[in-house]
């Protein structure tokens, strides 16, 4: 049975290829080409990947990533599709669908969101699956969002990260759109905000909302 983390690894090689090396993606400075080396550095290369959160190893993380990137594009998705080497820690039991589900999720619609899309309903085993993820991934939001947070399902479910002494923004939107919010990604997901209009703006100004 194929899980959902390599239902999503398809989705993204083939939104890849799709796009081309040169397409555009939502992630700042990157072509497809750029994202593809990403992938495969965070995987392939944990001496270089560590500069994906550490600031300090940042330089590091960029010089392999830009070697890795003028690797021909068709290898780089070949090595990406075929999963992590077997010495990655990406292998270990239960790293992968941790990991990488959100992470394969978001860069998908980085590509499929950087040109014109349409809305496209999410499975419903993915969309229960990106709900559970929303807690932890709204705490990594909440590290840079200078408001409380409560985040609504299209269900009525919520889940609500407070900052002392801040005011309370909604956030409303399908699970996949949340994630996509959390990760700066708002302003091209239907998510809709609610609340004190100095908060929505404060909001806006560190995680992007959608035009009005």
Same mark, same amino acid.
């Given at each position: 049975?194929?899980?959902?983390?390599?239902?999503?690894? @398809?989705?993204?090689? &083939?939104?890849?290829?799709? @796009?081309?090396?040169? !397409? %555009?993606?939502?992630?700042?400075?990157?072509a497809v080409r750029d994202l593809a080396?990403?992938?495969?550095?965070?995987? &392939?290369?944990?001496?270089? %990947?560590a500069g994906i959160r550490v600031r300090g190893l940042a330089?590091?993380?960029?010089?392999?990533?830009g070697r890795a990137a003028e690797r021909p594009?068709?290898?780089?998705? *070949?090595?990406?599709?075929?999963?992590?080497?077997a010495w990655s820690p990406f292998n270990l039991p239960g790293?992968?669908?941790a990991a990488n589900l959100v992470e394969f999720f978001v860069h998908a619609e980085d590509v499929r969101r950087a040109v014109e899309f349409e809305p496209e309903p999410l499975d419903g085993e993915l969309a229960e699956a990106l709900w559970k993820r929303v807690p932890m991934v709204a705490r990594f939001g909440d590290a840079r969002s200078p408001v409380?947070?409560?985040?609504?399902?299209?269900?009525?479910?919520?889940?609500? #990260?407070?900052? *002392? !002494?801040?005011?309370? #923004?909604?956030?409303?939107?399908?699970? !996949?759109?949340?994630?996509?919010?959390?990760?700066?990604?708002? @302003?091209?997901?239907?998510? #809709? @905000?609610e609340g004190e209009p100095g908060a929505v703006e404060a909001?806006?100004?560190v995680l992007p909302l959608p035009a009005a």
């Open positions: 049975m194929v899980s959902l983390v390599e239902r999503e690894r @398809a989705r993204l090689s &083939g939104l890849m290829v799709g @796009a081309g090396p040169e !397409g %555009a993606t939502l992630c700042a400075g990157w080396a990403h992938l495969v550095v965070r995987e &392939g290369r944990p001496d270089a %990947a330089g590091w993380t960029e010089r392999v990533q594009f068709g290898e780089l998705v *070949k090595s990406f599709r075929s999963g992590p080497p790293v992968d669908g409380s947070l409560r985040l609504v399902h299209p269900d009525g479910r919520e889940v609500t #990260v407070r900052r *002392k !002494g801040a005011p309370v #923004v909604t956030v409303t939107g399908g699970p !996949g759109e949340l994630v996509l919010f959390l990760y700066g990604r708002g @302003a091209r997901a239907a998510v #809709v @905000a909001l806006a100004h």
